[in-house]
């Protein structure tokens, strides 16, 4: 990354503007890795290609699921194939055991991350508590 007339970073290639996934703060608001093992119990829903989803939160005391999905997209960039990841945040509710609604929300930022997360209070109690007395006091 170079330097911009300012003095700032300038953002050249594509790999500058690519973020991550703050997985440690993920991790404290009680999200887990994705597994077939350790996935969502009873769920038999027909998502297509569950190896996408990284991560999700099981909140059954309100028929709510989490998850979060990465799919790759190719772009080139000077003769340079590059992996871009592209975030899909799924919320599953499921309203008297039965039927499922699934509602999915693109991301590009570890900011609407944690917007959808706070808007859907889709963390431990801990967090949620936060996230409720927060709003609250504005």
Do not use: H
């Amino acid at each position: 990354m170079g330097l911009d007339k300012c003095g700032g970073p300038s953002i050249t290639r594509l790999d500058d503007i690519m973020f991550q996934i703050n997985k440690d703060l993920l991790y404290k608001m009680g999200w887990v890795n994705y597994s077939s093992v350790r996935g969502i119990p009873n769920l038999n829903l027909n998502l297509e290609d569950s190896n996408s989803i990284k991560w999700f939160i099981s909140l059954e005391e309100r028929g709510c699921y989490f998850l979060i999905k990465e799919k790759f997209s190719i772009k080139k960039e000077n003769d340079k194939k590059i992996k871009i990841p592209n975030y899909n945040f799924l919320i599953i509710t499921n309203k008297n055991n039965k039927k499922y609604n699934i509602l999915n929300k693109t991301f590009v930022s570890n900011l609407e991350l944690l917007y959808l997360i706070r808007e859907n209070l889709a963390c431990n109690q801990q967090y949620a508590r936060f996230f409720q007395i927060n709003s609250i006091l504005k």
